[in-house]
């Protein structure tokens, strides 16, 4: 479910791979180093490593993952470099970057209320 | 505060048309774009147009090296604008980057378009994405969206993101419908999803488009389509299958399978349901425009009753019932991106008129966009939706009125 593509078009232009162009860079993700592509977005670089589940539904308590991937429809928040419900899809990567899922289940456990829900 | 004399929602092919035909007069413009890659759909575009390619990315480099010629043109990515105010002399506008707000004398909104959900049980699994998804993945980012997927749902843009996918090596199980709905649920049904099909048929293979006049025949089109084997007809690098439609999609922590059953000429679901296995699901249910800015700044709207055709009333230059607040691209409605660009091109010639104070102004200009725009709807190589032509009359006949009674 994973990779990076290289898209050759029968008898037309051919696009190529993206990682030839872009550098390599290390960001962390839920506090264990990854690598991904300098200036994509972060949802892109966690995908095409296998990670697919970006997150949690606060009500719910289901797995989350991109879905319009151009930032129309906030499925796939987190929390990037401090702040809560950036969009992974538009966030681009960058050397040191923190990223983190919000709302894991053994943290919707400890609030008030949630066994009414 | 800064000031500009224009300021750009969108940096599509709409957004940066105008930008550079404003920017070639020596306007200060700046364009705003809440994606960090200025281009909007542009990006992921690619397909054979007659005897050429449309590569969108191209397409977007050539109009922001045009942009870079001309230095009163400035983009800002990366920056949402979540509001707009009208003060006496222009704009106030607000944007997500936590910095002062912008003031422009002129607005134009260049927000595009977005896709309308397709919600099956199991659509919020993670590896269930819309179609556009699928294309921004493969083709601008170059990442796999799975090793083999399904599309859910007829129209334009799955064929297009179909025979994409197939280019870059992505397998599919096919192209087939939403779920017919439950008793009583008004809406979608199969007979409307099929009805598309006449319409999309120039993309089919050569041997099956003289069946696009039967398929025009509702007596016809149920009997080609049930009789469709199950497997469905190669179109686009993939097979189509009319017949068979996605009831659910299953999974623990991301999508391992689909649940299919197969559809009678009625549209109603018959014999047993069984699953395919597939890593990714793509929905394609249509796009509709993003209309909220000018709505929010005030100008008249055209809506519709599930918000599916919901525009700002607009002129022939772009303009708005609102002075200085101008739109382009397919806030007006869902058209291709050759069609955007000349829309851009229009809206710069009602902004010139505006911040000169010349209403009359630049005419041959607006005669000459004016049959841009209509070769480029000629030569459209999709048709999203054939509804658009009738509703753009409308709307535009609306705002004459509105505009000679105000
Ligand atoms: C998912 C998808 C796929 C498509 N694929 C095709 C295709 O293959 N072929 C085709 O011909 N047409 C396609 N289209 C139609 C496409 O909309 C047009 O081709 C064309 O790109 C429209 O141009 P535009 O400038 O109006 O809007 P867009 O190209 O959509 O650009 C709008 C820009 O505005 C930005 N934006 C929106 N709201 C805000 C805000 N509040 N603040 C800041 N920025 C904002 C967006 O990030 C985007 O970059 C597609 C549309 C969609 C939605
Ligand atoms: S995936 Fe829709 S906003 Fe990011």
């Given at each position: 479910m994973s990779g990076r593509l290289t898209i050759r078009i029968p008898g037309g232009p051919d696009l190529g791979p993206q990682a030839e162009t872009l550098r390599q860079v290390t960001f962390s993700f839920d506090g264990q180093p990854v690598v991904g592509l300098e200036g994509e977005p972060v949802a892109m670089s966690l995908w095409a490593l296998g990670y697919r589940a970006l997150g949690w539904n606060e009500?719910?308590?289901?797995?989350?993952?991109?879905?319009?991937?151009?930032?129309?429809?906030?499925?796939?928040?987190?929390?990037?470099?401090?702040?809560?419900?950036?969009?992974?899809?538009c966030y681009p990567v960058r050397e040191g970057l923190a990223v983190s899922r919000q709302s894991k289940p053994v943290d919707l456990e400890m609030q008030d209320g949630m066994d009414q829900v | 505060?800064?000031?500009?004399?224009?300021?750009?929602?969108?940096?599509?092919?709409?957004?940066?048309?105008?930008?550079?035909?404003?920017?070639?007069?020596?306007?200060?413009?700046?364009?705003?774009?809440?994606?960090?890659?200025?281009?909007?759909?542009?990006?992921?575009?690619?397909?054979?147009?007659?005897?050429?390619?449309?590569?969108?990315?191209?397409?977007?480099?050539?109009?922001?090296?045009d942009i870079s010629g001309h230095p009163a043109v400035r983009l800002r990515l990366g920056?949402?604008?979540?509001?707009?105010?009208?003060?006496?002399?222009?704009?106030?506008?607000?944007?997500?980057?936590?910095?002062?707000?912008?003031?422009?004398?002129?607005?134009?909104?260049?927000?595009?378009?977005?896709?309308?959900?397709?919600?099956?049980?199991?659509?919020?699994?993670?590896?269930?994405?819309?179609?556009?998804?699928?294309?921004?993945?493969?083709?601008?980012?170059?990442?796999?969206?799975?090793?083999r997927g399904v599309i859910v749902g007829l129209g334009a843009l799955s064929f297009a993101v179909a025979q994409e996918l197939r280019w870059a090596g992505v397998d599919l199980a096919g192209i087939v419908m939403p779920p017919p709905p439950r008793n009583g649920m008004p809406g979608w049904t199969v007979e409307e999803e099929w009805r598309k099909m006449a319409h999309l048929a120039h993309l089919a293979p050569t041997w099956m488009r003289p069946l696009s006049s039967l398929l025009r025949r509702a007596?016809?089109?149920?009997?080609?389509?049930?009789?469709?084997?199950?497997?469905?007809?190669?179109?686009?690098?993939?097979?189509?299958?009319?017949?068979?439609?996605?009831?659910?999609?299953?999974?623990?922590?991301?999508?391992?399978?689909?649940?299919?059953?197969?559809?009678?000429?009625?549209?109603?679901?018959?014999?047993?349901?069984?699953?395919?296995?597939?890593?990714?699901?793509?929905?394609?249910?249509?796009?509709?425009?993003?209309?909220?800015?000018?709505?929010?700044?005030?100008?008249?709207m055209h809506y519709s009753w599930d918000g599916r055709y919901d525009v700002p009333l607009f002129g022939p230059c772009g303009d708005t019932t609102v002075p200085g607040?101008?739109?382009?691209?397919?806030?007006?409605?869902?058209?291709?991106?050759?069609?955007a660009m000349a829309q851009g091109q229009l809206a710069s010639v009602g902004i010139l008129r505006h911040l000169l104070g010349k209403p009359d102004g630049f005419g041959p200009e607006a005669d000459q966009f004016a049959l841009q725009l209509a070769e480029a709807r000629r030569h459209a190589p999709l048709v999203f939706d054939p509804a658009w032509a009738a509703i753009h009359e409308k709307v535009m006949a609306d705002f004459q009125r509105e505009t000679r009674e105000g």
């Open positions: 009500e719910s308590g289901r797995q989350r993952g991109l879905y319009c991937a151009i930032g129309h429809c906030f499925e796939c928040r987190m929390t990037i470099d401090g702040q809560r419900d950036q969009r992974a899809c | 505060m800064s000031q500009t004399d224009v300021l750009v929602v969108g940096a599509g092919p709409a957004g940066l048309t105008a930008a550079q035909e404003l920017g070639r007069r020596g306007i200060r413009v700046t364009v705003i774009d809440e994606y960090p890659t200025a281009g909007g759909r542009l990006l992921g575009q690619l397909y054979q147009a007659g005897d050429h390619w449309w590569v969108g990315r191209q397409v977007a480099e050539q109009l922001l090296s920056t949402s604008v979540s509001g707009l105010e009208r003060r006496d002399k222009g704009w106030v506008v607000e944007d997500t980057s936590g910095g002062e707000p912008a003031m422009a004398r002129a607005v134009l909104l260049a927000t595009g378009a977005a896709e309308i959900p397709i919600a099956i049980p199991g659509w919020t699994l993670p590896g269930v994405m819309t179609v556009g998804a699928a294309q921004v993945m493969a083709n601008v980012h170059r990442v796999r969206p799975g090793q007596g016809w089109r149920r009997r080609l389509l049930a009789g469709a084997p199950q497997a469905g007809v190669a179109v686009a690098g993939t097979r189509l299958r009319p017949n068979v439609a996605a009831l659910a999609i299953e999974g623990d922590a991301a999508v391992s399978a689909v649940v299919l059953q197969r559809l009678n000429g009625h549209g109603n679901l018959v014999g047993e349901p069984w699953r395919e296995a597939v890593d990714f699901v793509c929905t394609s249910g249509g796009l509709r425009p993003i209309p909220d800015l000018a709505a929010a700044a005030g100008a008249a607040l101008y739109v382009a691209g397919n806030i007006l409605g869902i058209e291709g991106a050759a069609v």
